[in-house]
């Protein structure tokens, strides 16, 4: 391929004058904005995250030998079995530990012990949680370190059991394994790393005693759900920022089917509760908590 024919979906910021370059952005824009509905998936939620799947559309483009994206689209239709290498490339991995400080906070202070509080009242040994799209682990590993760290003394009865659930394969093996980058672990308190982890070549593994409490699952959130019921649901940055509207109210009803009567759910920080939404009730608005 010539060098003047070479892909490419690099988006300028705003202002720049490359209008080469401005097109070919403009065109991965254009095409997310026209694919992402035949996969349940709204625009909006990929305009901040859009240069991550965009890089991987044009990666997939050069592997298919393609010009542009024009032709991918046409491929799209030719080939309807690209679809689901689509539906893997628009997914979004951005996660670290204790993102969210404040959220942890309020769970560690608040939820956590209330929830506790009524397991135990009903008479359970475990508290169950679900993290639905917990990519590499940094999510449901962040909670098995505050609970065995802050909580667990306080109820030494009770253990917390974690399913932690992801479309993608790989990044459950990356959880399986626990082992990450420091960058990944830049929001926890250092007291908390030194206590949890080990440094390895270059990366920092989860010691195994906070490792046990979670149990990773390949499972796609639109094609089911895990069984639960759960104290604790953390669907954050997934469901009700990607999501279509009728997918988000399919996935909130069946999120309901899967919890204790007064259980928590937690969403993102800049997400909300689909509209007419009655069964959830709000816990910490600012915070985005509710409770069945």
């Known amino acids: 391929m010539k060098q003047d024919q070479k892909v490419s979906l690099h988006i300028e910021r705003p202002g720049a004058t490359a209008g080469h370059g401005i097109m070919r952005g403009e065109l991965c824009v254009a095409f997310l904005q026209w694919a992402l509905p035949h ?13 991550q799947v965009c890089k991987r559309l044009q990666r997939r483009i050069k592997q ?12 799209l239709t030719q080939h309807p079995e690209e679809w689901h290498t689509l539906d893997a490339m628009a997914r979004i991995t951005i996660s670290r530990f204790y993102r969210d400080k404040e959220v942890f906070h309020y769970l560690t202070e608040a939820v956590l012990p209330a929830l506790a509080q009524r397991a135990r009242a009903r008479g359970a040994e475990r508290l169950h949680v679900w993290s639905a799209g917990a990519g590499a682990g940094e999510e449901p590993y962040t909670l098995a370190i505050i609970w065995q760290l802050q ?3 306080s ?3 009770l253990h917390l059991h974690i399913i932690a659930s992801d479309a993608d394969a790989n990044q459950c093996r990356r959880g399986q394994e626990a082992c990450y980058p420091r ?3 830049k929001d926890l308190p250092a007291e908390w790393l030194d206590t949890a982890f080990t ?22 959130l639109r094609k089911g759900v895990p069984k639960g019921p759960f104290d604790l ?8 920022t990607y999501f279509d509207a009728k997918l988000q109210r399919t996935t909130l009803d069946h999120i309901g089917t899967v919890m204790y009567p007064g259980g928590a759910l937690i969403l993102g920080s800049h997400e909300h509760l689909p509209e007419g939404t009655t069964a959830f009730h ?3 608005d600012h915070l985005r908590i509710y409770r069945l």
């Open 151 to 153: 909580l667990q003394a």
């Open 39 to 51: 996969l349940h998936m709204r625009w909006p939620g990929f305009r901040k995250v859009r240069g």
């Open 282 to 284: 709000t816990w910490n």
């Open 155 to 157: 109820f030494p009865d």
């Open 64 to 75: 298919l030998g393609l010009e542009d994206v024009p032709a991918y689209r046409r491929y």
């Open 233 to 240: 649901v953390l669907c954050r940055n997934l469901a009700f």
């Open 199 to 220: 440094f390895n070549a270059g990366r920092y593994c989860l010691k195994q005693r906070f490792r046990r409490d979670v149990e990773f699952r390949t499972e796609d």
């Open 183 to 185: 960058g990944s672990l």
